[in-house]
């Protein structure tokens, strides 16, 4: 229905279907790291066996409307592990859902995604410790690194979770004890770090996938 509403609405020069189906669709798929951050629970963009976001990226190529583009294809990415995004690629090639060239426009993505997981999102759990000359004394070294591990290869398959909030990273209790993450001070580096790591993928997101930065994308859409 929405794909209706904006194709019809981009064909026939009608206003109120193209801004309502182009609501519903960039409330989905933001622009913005706030929207990306309070994007909509709605289940017409939960990813399913009909290669839902597929059909999104053939949409937006469609109509134009590129700066969809940017987050379905790290949709993609964030719903699979690296295994099972390749499987369902080659799928969707095989079944015309998905052109060659946003083929390899993924798969090349998906690599520059893993990278910034480790050289912005994550990179707080490199540095030893993470609060400096600060750090209460803590192993917080340690556990800065077992939470990068565990967010990124246990509980998330080693999917591409470049954009994780800091709220949603998940601090396991260390073997044998209690572990409630790495001391104060460390955390509120750790927390800004992130965010600033976060900040950074989501400027270079379009260009992962070699695209125009959002600007361009936004003005042309």
Known sequence: MVAAFLRLGKKYDIPQLRDEALLILRSA??????????????????????YRYFQIISL???????????????ALCENHSPTGLMD??????????????????????????????VEDTYRWASESP???????????ATKAKRAFFQNTFT??????????????????????????????????????MHEQGRIRVWQKLPGAFGLAEWHE?????
């Open 88 to 117: 369902q690629l080659s799928i969707a090639v095989g079944e015309e859902l998905l052109s060659p060239a946003d083929h390899l426009a993924m798969a090349v993505g998906c690599n520059r995604l893993a990278a910034f997981v």
């Open 155 to 192: 509980y998330n398959d080693g999917s591409y979770t470049a954009l994780l909030p800091w709220e949603d990273i998940v601090w396991v209790p260390a073997e044998g004890g209690d572990y409630d993450g790495m001391c104060e001070c460390c955390m509120e580096a750790a927390k800004k």
């Open 29 to 50: 798929f933001s622009s913005t790291l706030q929207g990306f951050d309070g994007r909509a629970k709605n289940s017409f963009f939960e990813y399913d066996g009909k």
């Open 217 to 221: 994308l936004l003005e042309t859409s």
């Open 130 to 140: 993470v609060g400096g000359l600060l750090c209460s004394g803590e192993p917080c």
């Open 60 to 74: 937006a190529r469609e109509t134009g409307t590129l700066d969809l583009l940017p987050m379905a294809f790290y």
